[in-house]
């Protein structure tokens, strides 16, 4: 019983982040359990866990996507899905749709009965939720229960998603529009002519444009499901009215599709319909949708004869670039600001936003402007207190060093980074070894040995047992990185000694490196 107690016990804990590594930690929790007690007792007190906090839920949904093994396989994959049902409910989106992801990772691995028996009343009771995030979940989850139901529970089905599509929601009706295609794509063609074609007319002519744009992605999906003649017929007139609709979102979406359309319906209606309404885009009044519009000028020409190019587009398009331009001293004075003040906001997502931004920001501005404005910043982000934001910073550094260069990231990454190791919380002193094996790859042998490794075999001798075998895991993934002498003379060693650790999780993450190692000649 002592991971189960340990498990509750930290579960229970006030400090989020003994939570939350708990949840990380499932899988070595359910290794000790063995898969009779993992479906007995670990998967029914999960799911009778109530922490209300957005991360550890999320934390929870995604560990259970890769939960089929440690309940016995696919055969028993049927226990998960009560937890990941009722998170499916709950206010978050990012939990809802990491449960629904999970799910569909479960059930493609669930055999037909299990589908029929279990996850197709799983999707009707979803889709009768009384609050709509349920119903919304249930949208995403279709595709995977369909194509094993009967007959009868299929045309019960097709009917739920299209009372989906007419929900008194928006939420849901976007959810609907959103996942038509991938369900569109499971149904047989007699009823895809008639009843997705008769839910998909309903989408395009929904009074909200989030649903309208969001029907836009549909058409190129239902156009490569559909015979070229009905794609002329039923698509090509959507597609037309779309890029006159009064909403610039929605024509911003065609403008932003249009190669993916112009494939769907064919050559000869592109020539003769699409023509047109691609000019109206490049001149629409939003500037928004002209640069949409503008950027598909190359993919929209190459299957236009050269002629039509010339004639119809080609006037379109000479657009002077100056005034696209906001320069740096702009963008310091006015954007710089702003991105400083979300970069502390109080909200972990806005921050993980802000973050997303940074190699876009990065390529823009070149090295100097990066290195006085945005580089503390990076930094910063590294010792967050959402574990979210501490692996978006690792991976951030990672694309700023493969955007600038290994020669700039040895001197103004890694030293920065390598100041941190020595942080006295273990969470922050795991994130930089995150950071390290992200950055291994892109640094190259010469960096990685002199640099990084010595730092990792130093942290091999703490004195936390999470740090220790995150020092096996890392020694691991940069074995491909180094020379062979360089893991007989300092890797192997150091696993050899970490695999003798009085914890558990050491002694199996460091055997399971050294066995990377043998087998390494046998793959070469």
Known sequence: ??????????????????????????????????????????????????????????????ELGAFVPYVGGAEHARVLLPPLETLCSVEETCVRDKAVESLCKIGSQMGERDLVECLVPLVKRLAAGEWFTARVSACGLFHIAYPSAPDAVKTELRATYSHLCQDDMPMVRRAAASNLGKFAATVDPAHLKTDILTIFEDLTQDDQDSVRLLAVEGCAALGKLLEPQDCVAHILPVIVSFSQDKSWRVRYMVANQLYELCEAVGPEPTRTDLVPAYVRLLRDNEAEVRIAAAGKVTKFCRILDPELAIQHILPCVKLDQVNQVIGVDLLSQSLLPAIVELAGDRHWRVR???????????????????????????????????HSIREAAAYNLKRLA????????????????????????????????????LLAPVMGADITCSKLLPVIINASK??????????????????????????????????????????????FYASQAIQSIDQAPMSA
């Open 462 to 507: 703490d004195r936390v047992p999470n740090i220790k075998f995150n020092v096996a895991k890392v020694l691991q993934s940069i074995i491909p990185v180094v020379d062979q002498s360089v893991v007989g003379g300092s890797i192997r060693p150091c696993l050899a000694e970490l695999s003798e650790d009085p914890d558990v999780d050491v002694r």
């Open 402 to 437: 493969e955007e600038y260069g290994p020669d700039w990231a040895a001197e103004h990454i890694i030293p920065q980074v390598l100041e941190m190791t020595s942080n006295p919380h273990y969470l922050y002193r795991m994130t930089i070894l995150r950071a390290i094996a």
């Open 352 to 386: 993980l936003a802000i973050i997303e931004y940074i190699p876009l920001l990065a390529n823009q501005l070149g090295m100097g402007f990066f290195d006085e404005k945005l580089s503390a910043l990076c930094m910063q982000w590294l010792q967050d207190k959402v």
């Open 1 to 62: 019983m002592y991971p189960i107690a340990v498990l509750i016990d930290e579960l229970k804990n006030d400090d989020i982040h003994l939570r939350l590594n708990s949840i990380r930690r499932l899988s070595t929790i359910a290794r000790a359990l063995g898969e009779e007690r993992t479906r007995k007792e670990l998967i029914p007190f999960l799911n009778d866990n109530n922490d209300d906090d957005d991360e550890v839920l999320l934390a929870m949904a995604e």
